[in-house]
């Protein structure tokens, strides 16, 4: 039976009042020194390009690998955040990026959505075994890169390659996110997806040759406005709705290989409470920790540092310890 993870008490800062306080200052504010980063540019199985930016480490020590959330790369502050901590525990780490982002255009006609998993699948399953890469291997996704994790965990051969993964802030269910995120001061967070996604549509102009496509996009005021008006018909959907269905993380939940956490809070502008999985969901392999206030990707402390990570890295560390006894009784 798996071991229950109880990770320590957050006290969220009282100065940032809700979960848009929350998301905007862990997102812009907080500062965060920028890890020493190695690029490399991975040539893709079908000729797509994307980037990867490594971490060097203890080779004994694990490799703990990060997918990112929409529109972002290993510039964003978690991302920072995450990988200074591996820096700290003479960990190996790397942030792979999806299609498009990162400052690498990709060179086919599709970017990424929230099933996109083969990326991960390559890079897991295939790219690290045949370089030798050996020893323990951690997965974390935030936001749209979670969602993207949990179909690679229920569909990949992560019982090989991962020894555990967490899911940070993710959308479970498409439709609800894209419902809650047309109210209030979320519809701003969309605009600036927009704006990115618009921006990349006109550097590929003429290879995606749809100016209807683009037409739509510009026009685009809520989430299923860019789903239908780009998501879908890059990536082979009939529309958003079908999009939503097929894609979905929660539709996979059950079929997780390896332990997995997944963290959120309850007001986060993007994830709707009554979408996120709890203990009475069949979710498989996955515990679910939801605090009351931390916002989107935010968790940000009274002292105003992340209580993201040394949680994350708790949960892993259970793991690491786990494999250590092994490898001493071996």
């Given at each position: 039976m798996m071991e229950k993870f109880q990770p320590k008490d957050f006290e969220p800062a009282s100065w940032l009042p809700n979960g848009h306080f929350q998301t905007v200052f862990a997102a812009l504010l907080m500062p965060v020194p920028m890890p020493p980063y190695k690029r490399e540019i991975l040539d893709l199985p079908d000729g797509d390009i994307v980037a990867a930016d490594w971490l060097d480490g203890d080779k004994s020590k694990p490799l703990f690998v990060l997918i990112h959330?929409?529109?972002?790369?290993?510039?964003?502050?978690?991302?920072?955040?995450?990988?200074?901590?591996?820096?700290?525990?003479?960990?190996?780490?790397?942030?792979?990026?999806?299609?498009?982002?990162?400052?690498?255009?990709?060179?086919?006609?599709?970017?990424?959505?929230?099933?996109?998993?083969?990326?991960?699948?390559?890079?897991?399953?295939?790219?690290?075994?045949?370089?030798?890469?050996?020893?323990?291997t951690f997965v974390a996704g935030v936001s749209l890169g979670g969602s993207q994790v949990v179909h690679y965990l229920a569909k990949g051969r992560a019982r090989e390659n991962v020894k555990a993964a967490v899911i940070i802030s993710s959308p479970m269910d498409l439709g609800a996110s894209a419902d809650f995120m047309s109210k209030g001061l979320s519809r701003y967070y969309v605009m600036k997806f927009q704006r990115s996604l618009l921006a990349k549509y006109?550097?590929?102009?003429?290879?995606?040759?749809?100016?209807?496509?683009?037409?739509?996009?510009?026009?685009?005021?809520?989430?299923?406005?860019?789903?239908?008006?780009?998501?879908?018909?890059?990536?082979?959907?009939?529309?958003?709705?079908?999009?939503?269905?097929?894609?979905?993380?929660?539709?996979?939940l059950k079929d997780i290989q390896v332990p997995a956490l997944y963290l959120a809070s309850k007001d986060d502008p993007f994830v709707p409470e009554k979408s996120m999985p709890t203990s009475k969901h069949p979710t498989g392999m996955l515990q679910s920790i939801l605090t009351e206030k931390g916002g989107h990707v935010g968790f940000v402390n009274h002292y105003g540092k992340s209580w993201m990570v040394p949680t994350v890295f708790k949960y892993f560390s259970m793991f690491e310890s786990q494999d250590s006894i092994i490898r001493k009784r071996k």
């Open positions: 959330g929409m529109e972002g790369d290993s510039q964003s502050r978690y991302a920072r955040l995450l990988m200074n901590e591996c820096l700290a525990r003479g960990w190996r780490g790397v942030v792979l990026h999806m299609r498009s982002c990162g400052g690498v255009m990709n060179r086919l006609r599709n970017y990424y959505h929230a099933g996109f998993y083969q990326d991960i699948e390559y890079f897991l399953d295939e790219l690290l075994p045949a370089r030798g890469l050996e020893g323990t006109y550097l590929k102009e003429a290879l995606i040759n749809d100016p209807e496509l683009g037409r739509k996009l510009a026009l685009a005021k809520n989430f299923w406005d860019l789903d239908n008006a780009a998501t879908a018909p890059l990536h082979g959907f009939r529309d958003a709705e079908h999009y939503y269905a097929e894609m979905s993380a929660k539709t996979c």
